[in-house]
T-cell receptor, first 112, second 115 residues
């Protein structure tokens, strides 16, 4: 079975802190994705990556950056956390574009 | 550009009665369509997917969905609800012709099952 793991289930940070969210997949998938999930808004794509060192902006990239130095690892970075970035963050991976994505359990981030 | 509309934000059914979660999509070309489920405090899990094969798609846990091109719909159904079906459900569309287009998610439908 594909396994997507995220470094933390719950995280509490202060405004202005730099935050790293890590995601690792163990199935050699080329594609990796970061979403945020908010009540009533569904999932919104922040960034995605189709290959190592490659990244593409999603629908809401402002305030975020990403890093993909290795195929299995995709990191989401909040350069200066703000309270409006309090959310559930979901990482996903897939073998191709049209196949289903596999999701990690999510990181619930609270920015105070 | 593709989009997806889940017509109900919340559906409540009694245990043992049928489930219908409605989804309409918009896509320029031939879409791939998915339904995902998210149980409380869990990640998303794929229920079923349509990728231009049979229009009636069977998924896990007794769920199925029918692709209706004329109605641009992909409604999710289950004959008899179980308490364990209570969760959030997401309808998702991807555009086959656009290559590596990421998935576009609906806003979700919360299913409640009453004993």
């Amino acid at each position: 079975d594909v396994k997507v793991t995220q470094s933390s289930r719950y995280l509490v940070k202060r405004t202005g802190e730099k935050v790293f969210l890590e995601c690792v997949q163990d199935m050699d998938h080329e594609n990796m994705f970061w979403y945020r999930q908010d009540p009533g808004l569904g999932l919104r794509l922040i960034y995605f990556s189709y290959d190592v060192k490659m990244k593409e902006k999603g629908d809401i990239p402002e305030g975020y950056s990403v890093s993909r130095e290795k195929k299995e690892r995709f990191s989401l970075i909040l350069e200066s956390a703000s309270t409006n970035q309090t959310s559930m963050y979901l990482c996903a991976s897939s073998l191709g574009a049209l196949v289903s994505q596999y999701f990690g359990p999510g990181t619930r981030l609270l920015v105070l | 550009a593709q989009s997806v509309t889940q017509l109900d934000s919340h559906v409540s059914v009694s245990e043992g009665t049928p489930v219908l979660l409605r989804c309409n999509y918009s896509s320029s070309y031939s879409p791939s369509l998915f339904w995902y489920v998210q149980h409380p405090n869990k990640g998303l899990q794929l229920l079923l997917k349509y990728t231009s094969a049979a229009t009636l798609v069977k998924g896990i846990n007794g769920f199925e969905a029918e692709f209706k091109k004329s109605e641009t719909s992909f409604h999710l159904t289950k004959p008899s609800a179980h308490m364990s079906d209570a969760a959030e459900y997401f309808c998702v569309v991807s555009d086959q012709v656009s290559g590596n287009t990421p998935l576009v998610f609906g806003k979700g439908t919360r299913l409640s099952v009453i004993a």
